[in-house]
Nanobody, 115 residues
């Protein structure tokens, strides 16, 4: 059974940082591109970031480029999202997924950015 569990969310103030983690199991993690997507209150899923199977290639949505960084540890079946300079508009539930649209997303983690 495929499982993707995001964690590390919380309540932070604008300008602060958070690091999200994603634990993967049930498939060959090291052979898959992986993605971060998010869903803000009342909105649809939004692609945030992608990372190649080996971790050498990353991509970001314009809304987070320069502030967020994806990484992965294939030995641990883990993926990470370092989020810096957080803004109120980053408030959302964050998910890791095996596809860019988030159809394969697992359990998410809430990130709230508020003064």
């Amino acid at each position: 059974e495929v499982e993707l569990n995001a964690s590390g969310g919380g309540l932070v103030q604008p300008g602060e940082s958070l690091r999200l983690s994603c634990a993967a199991s049930g498939f060959t993690f090291s052979e898959n591109w992986m993605y971060w997507v998010r869903q803000a209150p009342g909105k649809g899923l939004e692609y945030i970031s992608s990372i190649s199977s080996g971790g050498g290639i990353t991509g970001y949505a314009e809304s987070v480029k320069g502030r967020f960084t994806s990484s992965r540890d294939n030995a641990k079946n883990m993926m990470y999202l370092q989020m810096n300079t957080l803004k109120a508009e980053d408030t959302a539930v964050y998910y890791c997924a095996r596809d860019k649209l988030g159809a394969t997303r697992g359990q998410g983690t809430q990130v709230t950015v508020s003064p």
